[in-house]
């Protein structure tokens, strides 16, 4: 087993940690805007994360300054340079979705979660890239450490542009797993937070119950204090508020157990580099007093690991493909082959399903939740890989989503800290918490992005 080698993105930059710089008048939002453009500069034309930059951003940037000066920030946000996923809609900016389908369409108003950031006074930065409707095949992206493998997908673009420092946060979606994936391969911190307390309004769906609004950032903090804001400024009408979301980021604490998970990929996917990476993690872990426990230790949870795999192989991409009927019928009607050949295949699948079988499949699912619950009562937390390895080679596809659709599925909040480097290159710990305890999730991982530094 070899020592433990924590990951540290060179690049990454920091919001959170330039306010104080700000309210003294060390620095200003335009500094810190002009810093990432001049590395967007610099880098992009390798990278392309950014489908469109936004020629306001200076000038938002200028008014949050203003704003510093007289002592009068809007919000914990004001004057953060931002990018926006590009099945987001914005305004003054064209939301094309990645597909040819919607070339140079121009939404009238903004997302809610980009009408709370531009009300809290962040800056948009740009449009970022993402595969067809969050959905589709693999973009012209590429990886920050390795031009040659992807960032994964769907946030592509907000993965390679966090990672690659142009930005110190970026919004993302994860239906499966398009947040925590290009997390993991891009070396950024990535949060997708209990299913339904970030407004998903304004942003292109596909799959009611499975959609998740997520973050990238360089650091944990960011994450947490954009969540935060986006939660607090108006919340999820009808659902609940962001656990412990606050301005203030939540003092680190040490969990006392964690599940230690072995899904289907573990077998079939992760190498032996990614297996010892990850070992010699959890061993550390047990070192410094955390206990961990494994199916070795509990038969009812490889049972419950073996239903988890089971619900994605099937159950999980029935539903999505149901849920996918609006809007997505009427575009592979309308625009034919400027649609992918997975969503045709999607929208046949779906037609195929009946109304029972959708509620038949949406009771395994809650059944399925109750048990996982149920098993987790006397622990903190599940540990897991945010990936089956470091970042793939090629750009054909956009990697693995194997070890990141339970906690999708069962609308779990879930990190990807950027701990472990495996060829020299990033891959993340996935910690899974319990529903409506993000804030708890949080200051766990704070320990854990502390643990062994």
């Known amino acids: 087993m070899s020592q433990y080698r924590p990951w540290c993105n060179p690049h990454a930059i920091s919001y959170s940690s330039t306010v104080a710089d700000f309210v003294a008048g060390r620095r200003s939002p335009r500094d810190l805007l002009e810093d990432c453009l001049s590395r967007i500069a610099a880098r992009d034309a390798e990278l392309k994360a950014f489908v469109r930059l936004n020629p306001a951003a200076r000038e938002a940037a200028d008014a ?11 919000s914990p946000v004001d004057g953060c340079p931002i990018g926006i996923k590009d099945i987001m809609d914005t305004c003054d900016l064209p939301t094309e979705m990645g597909s040819p389908a919607f070339a140079g369409w121009q939404p009238a108003y903004d997302a809610a979660c980009v009408q709370a950031l531009r009300a809290g006074g962040a800056v948009v930065v740009g449009k970022t890239a993402t595969t067809a409707f969050a959905c589709g095949g693999p973009t012209v992206t590429t990886n920050p ?21 142009m930005l110190p946060v970026a919004l993302g979606t994860q239906t499966q797993g398009s947040t925590l994936r290009p997390a993991s391969y891009c ?27 997520g973050v990238l950032a360089g650091t944990l903090a960011d994450a947490w204090r954009i969540a935060s804001h986006l939660s607090l400024w108006q919340g999820n009408p009808g659902q609940r508020f962001l656990d412990g979301a606050s301005a203030d980021f939540p003092e680190p604490v040490q ?35 955390v ?81 996982v619950m149920d098993l ?27 070890f990141l659709t339970h906690a999708t599925f069962l609308g779990l909040p879930a990190f990807s800290l950027p701990l472990l480097e495996v060829e020299g290159l990033p891959l993340g710990v996935q910690l899974i918490g319990k529903p409506q305890e993000d ?9 854990l992005m502390s643990f062994n530094r």
């Open 145 to 165: 450490f390795d031009a040659r493998r992807t960032p994964g997908g769907s946030s592509s673009g907000s993965g390679a542009a966090v990672g690659a420092g």
């Open 187 to 213: 070396g950024t911190v990535g949060f997708k937070p209990t299913h339904g307390v970030l407004d998903m309004r304004g942003v292109h769906p596909i799959s009611v119950t499975h959609d998740h609004l």
């Open 255 to 289: 969990p006392r157990r964690l599940m230690r998970l072995y899904t289907r990929g573990w077998e079939n996917e992760a190498d032996a580099a990614t297996r010892d990476a990850f070992e010699t993690f959890v061993q550390g872990l047990a070192s410094g007093g």
């Open 376 to 402: 987790s009562a006397d622990c903190d937390g599940f540990l897991n890989l945010s990936a089956s390895g470091p970042a793939p080679l090629g750009l054909q596809h956009t990697g693995s989503r194997t």
């Open 291 to 371: 206990e961990i426990i494994a199916r070795e230790h509990d038969p009812r949870i490889a049972q419950v690991e073996a239903l988890l795999d089971d619900a994605f192989s099937d159950r999980s991409l029935e539903i999505t493909a149901y849920e996918m009927r609006w809007p997505y019928e009427q575009y592979a009607a309308r625009h034919g082959k400027l649609i992918e050949p997975r969503v045709h295949d999607r929208m046949a699948q779906a037609r195929a399903m009946t109304a029972d079988r959708y509620a038949s499949l949406l009771l395994e699912k809650y059944v399925l939740k109750q048990k």
């Open 439 to 447: 804030g708890r999730l949080c200051a766990m991982a704070a320990w």
């Open 64 to 74: 949050a300054g203003e704003r510093y000066r007289r002592g009068a920030p809007l």
